[in-house]
């Protein structure tokens, strides 16, 4: 881990969305682990959502969210693998500003120690929308966990060093 300073905690408001046909609030495992873990730290759910696995449906509920001026980070699971109907990056790429292209990398190599060449299958990505982050994880727990537990827990914490995203936030609509 970075070097923490002391400054204070400062809580991100973040939407969790899951991209699925057949995922239910009941049964959304992928979706509960990002909600228990971002407010395990002291982050706020501004939002959750299920959309279909169609890429007008995500990009407009990303969109949606992204413009919410209550929400700072968004974060989808699902959709990221290679069948024809994962469309999350191409929902993504749609409507982004910036790519962050770093993110997808680093969770690959992540993933790497974890299932090997697998990791090749996933396309996971993130992104600047209209001023808010997204990032877009796969759909298995597995890979939530990964995401939120090595990556996203020190990028959304401001004391977090040498940087992080949650600094860089004021700054995203310049």
């Known amino acids: 881990m970075g070097h923490a300073d002391k400054s204070e905690f400062l809580p991100v408001n973040i939407a969790v969305l899951t991209v699925s046909d057949t995922r239910t609030p009941d049964d959304d495992r992928s979706g509960d682990i990002l909600v228990e873990r971002l407010e395990g730290v002291g982050h706020t759910l501004a939002a959750r959502a299920i959309v279909k696995d169609d890429q007008d449906l995500i990009a407009a509920k990303i969109k949606e969210f992204a413009t919410d001026p209550g929400i700072e980070v968004i974060i989808t699971t699902g959709g990221t693998g290679l069948t024809g109907r994962d ?3 191409e929902a993504l790429a749609q409507i982004a500003d910036k790519d962050i292209p770093g993110f997808g990398e680093l969770f690959r190599m992540i993933s790497y120690d974890k299932i090997k060449t697998s990791t090749i ?4 990505c993130a992104a600047v929308v209209a001023g808010t982050y997204v990032f877009a994880l796969p759909g298995s727990p597995g890979a939530c ?3 939120w537990d090595d990556i996203l827990v020190h990028q959304l914490d401001i004391r977090f060093k040498p940087c992080n995203f949650v600094e860089m936030m004021p700054r995203l609509k310049e």
């Not at 299958?121 to 996971?124: K, M």
């Open 145 to 147: 966990k990964d995401a």
């Open 87 to 89: 469309v999350t990056p």
């Open 121 to 124: 299958q996933s396309r996971a």
